[in-house]
């Protein structure tokens, strides 16, 4: 019997799609090109018209994770307006809902090993990202006294670290990740005892 080929639809976007599935089932370095190729349903050589190789594959991979994310991103950040305050924790609860819901996205994002500098267009897309979270930060600075105001591409970066640091830990389900709070909780908790050393948020008597 000859093997099926790939006869309908997009082929670039199903071998992206296999990929996703594929990454979330075994991580970006976890699998071949040709399971990619046999998950959508073409033989290996095919995938080379759309692909130089895996690295390229998950690049597409995380550049669309990357303007699913500046979209929610953006999204959050305008919902909060015209708090600085709701925007800035609304940026960091988005972080945490996407993990969650495109967790191979996520994966082939920041887990991958690629340098955000792989291609020009990942590089792009990664500042995009990023600078929604920057320019909250830069407008919740602005209720700082200048003189101990942190730049706020630093206040940023604490913001991902942490919420990267809960995903990782307790939002995916790995092992030994058992905490008795929700991932959710717990980078609420954390962004407000960081705001609050800031002096953004009340002291709690």
């Not at 990929?19 to 075994?26: F, M, R, S, T, V």
Request: with cysteine; proline share 7%.
């Amino acid at each position: 019997m000859p093997k099926r080929g790939y006869h309908h639809g997009n082929l670039r976007q199903a071998l992206v799609d296999a990929a996703l599935a594929l990454i979330e089932a075994k991580g970006p370095t976890g699998f071949t090109l040709s399971e990619a190729a046999k998950q959508a349903g073409v033989t290996p050589a095919a995938v080379y018209r759309h692909f130089e190789g895996r690295e390229d594959l998950i690049i597409e991979c995380a550049l669309q994770g990357h303007a699913i994310f500046g979209d929610l991103m953006e999204y959050a950040f305008e919902s909060g307006q015209p708090s600085a305050l709701a925007a800035f924790e609304a940026t960091g609860r988005a972080y945490l809902a996407f993990a969650r819901k495109y967790p191979g996205h996520y994966m082939a994002m920041f887990e991958s090993g690629l340098s955000r500098h792989a291609t020009p267009e990942l590089s792009r897309a990664v500042n995009r990202s990023r600078g929604v979270l920057e320019r909250a930060a830069e407008d919740l600075s602005q209720h700082i006294p200048e003189g101990r105001r942190p730049p706020a591409a630093m206040v940023s970066s604490h913001i991902w670290a942490m919420s990267h640091g809960v995903v990782e830990l307790f939002a995916r389900g790995k092992p030994g990740a058992n905490t008795p709070f929700p991932p959710e909780d717990l980078l609420e908790a954390g962004i407000g005892v960081y705001l609050r050393g800031l002096g953004l948020v009340p002291a709690e008597t």
